[in-house]
């Protein structure tokens, strides 16, 4: 009897698939990367059929790691970025426009002005892209109009790929993100929004339980029909690697971007205009909630040193060089590379390295930037602490890609002057993906949850709270000018 429990994790920069057991065991992971391209400032695209491609290749490369077939798997949970904006054929599921993602800032101008039309969105929300992705296409509006074509995020285009058509599906979190739900009700899509921007209800997708039957694969895919029974964005998912649900739970993803969640529980509310309510899980009639800030550009920045300003081999060497120097001699990073977020929404904002002289070198850069991106994480505590029923944690469990960076973790602890601990998957947001299947199969329960937070690091603070403010006020004084 099928017994493996598998998830799709497609990232902004990559798409992992991980193979688990009913108990956690993590049997393979395999990853690919994932392009993008960059027509014009602002500007971040890529290809939907090249994606699909992607995601099936990490999916066959896992099973082949671990010896298994699809036969083996009993359930899949899909995790993805949020926000991206998806175009396909109704018939074919081929894309007809590029993947507008998330971070593409083309919809700054309409979302002002349907800010300004009573409409509560932000810049990277598809709400504010959609209407230009429909554009791209030929015959875009008639087409939609006809009922050939499909909207979703990433979740609900891969959904739709993977069950052949036989699901067109999206995630709670997603659909909150995307700026198409009905404020303040909540009571699934705003009519008015999609009226107001002349579209067809029929373009969009249902919204599912974030755990619980979905559909099922197509059989030509890879071999058999196995059940779909978890759809969840990523942060989200990395909540409940961490069984983290209940209300007054935190964690940390260093990722492409930064975010710091934190579950509200029953009760949406948020602190701060750039602190967003979000949905967090949603089963049956019972929606579950949470704040987040997002430090938008964490891995993206560090790749960008390493990949386009050619200071480092990669990731890790940048992490080692900064672990090499005992300061930042002065530099001062700015990680913004598409804007300031939370809590300053100073979308405008762009990167900045400075207090570069005769004595410093790339080690003093890469420290800087593990420096700028945990004193942006920092801020964005300070702001949810604020959320009215949350307080300060007595410790900070943290994940992602870019946890690998033990200088980033130690600075972080520093910054915040509690313990920083490590979930032992880095890539929790697939783990928790892997969960949710489980739990939407039945072989996990949600009194299960704690059993899979793992942890193999813990960073405690190494200096008093008087100097890590000093160091975070000389940062501030410069960064945030």
Excluded at 30 to 45: C, D, L, M, T
Excluded at 410 to 437: F, N, S
Excluded at 451 to 468: H, L, Q, V
Aim: charged share 15%; net charge negative; aromatic share 6%.
């Amino acid at each position: 009897m099928p017994e493996l429990l598998l998830a799709l994790d497609c990232g902004t920069t990559g798409a992992r698939a991980l193979l688990i057991d009913a108990g956690g065991a993590v049997l393979s992971g395999a990853k690919q990367p994932i392009p993008s391209s960059f027509p014009s400032p602002g500007r971040v695209e890529q290809d939907g059929e090249q994606v699909w491609s992607i995601c099936r290749s990490v999916i066959a490369c896992a099973l082949d790691q671990a010896g298994r077939s699809m036969q083996d798997v009993a359930a899949i949970g899909v995790t993805t970025q949020r926000s991206s904006t998806v175009l396909w054929d109704r018939a074919t599921g081929h894309p007809v426009a590029p993947i507008l993602v998330w971070s593409d800032l083309r919809g700054m101008d309409r979302y002002k002005q349907l800010r300004a039309a009573g409409f509560m969105l932000w810049p990277q929300v598809p709400a504010a892209k959609l209407e230009a992705a429909l554009d791209l296409v030929p015959d875009g509006r008639a087409r939609m109009a006809r009922g050939d074509l499909c909207w979703g995020t990433l979740d609900s285009y891969l959904i739709f790929r993977l069950t052949g058509g036989g699901a067109h599906v999206t995630d709670i979190g997603s659909a909150w993100l995307s700026g198409y739900i009905g404020y303040p009700d909540h009571a699934g899509w705003n009519p008015a929004l999609i009226v107001h921007q002349g579209l067809e209800a029929g373009l969009f997708p249902a919204i599912a339980d974030s755990w619980g039957p979905i559909g099922q694969t197509d059989p030509s895919l890879f071999g058999a029909s196995v059940p779909v029974t978890a759809v969840i964005a990523d942060q989200q998912a990395g909540m409940l690697a961490h069984g983290r649900l209940s209300a007054g739970a935190w964690k940390a993803t260093y990722g492409t971007s930064g975010v710091l969640m934190a579950s509200t529980g029953a009760t949406p509310v948020s602190p701060h205009r750039t602190i967003p309510i979000q949905a967090m899980t949603k089963t049956g009639e019972d929606i579950s909630w949470c704040v987040e800030g997002m430090v938008i550009s964490c891995g993206a920045f560090l790749n960008w040193l390493c990949r386009d300003m050619g200071m480092f081999a990669d990731a890790a060497a940048l992490s080692d060089a900064a672990g090499s120097v005992p300061d930042t001699h002065g530099v001062i990073v700015r990680p913004s590379l598409q804007g300031l977020g939370a809590p300053h929404g100073r979308f405008h904002e762009r990167a900045l390295i400075s207090g570069l002289d005769a004595g410093a070198n790339r080690a003093h850069v890469a420290r800087a930037a593990l420096q700028g991106i945990a004193y942006r994480m920092m801020e964005i505590a300070r702001a949810v602490a604020a959320t009215p029923g949350l307080s300060t944690p007595d410790h900070l469990p943290v994940d992602g890609g870019v946890s690998n960076s033990e200088p980033l973790l130690q600075m972080q602890a520093d910054a915040l002057g509690m313990p920083v601990r490590r979930h032992l998957v880095k890539e929790a947001t697939a783990y928790g993906a892997a969960i949710a299947a489980g739990l939407g199969f039945g072989v996990i329960a949600v009194a299960d949850l704690p059993r899979f937070a793992r942890y193999d690091a813990e960073f405690t603070p190494r200096i008093g709270r008087d100097k890590a403010e000093a160091i975070y006020h000389a940062w501030a004084k410069i960064a945030l000018a």
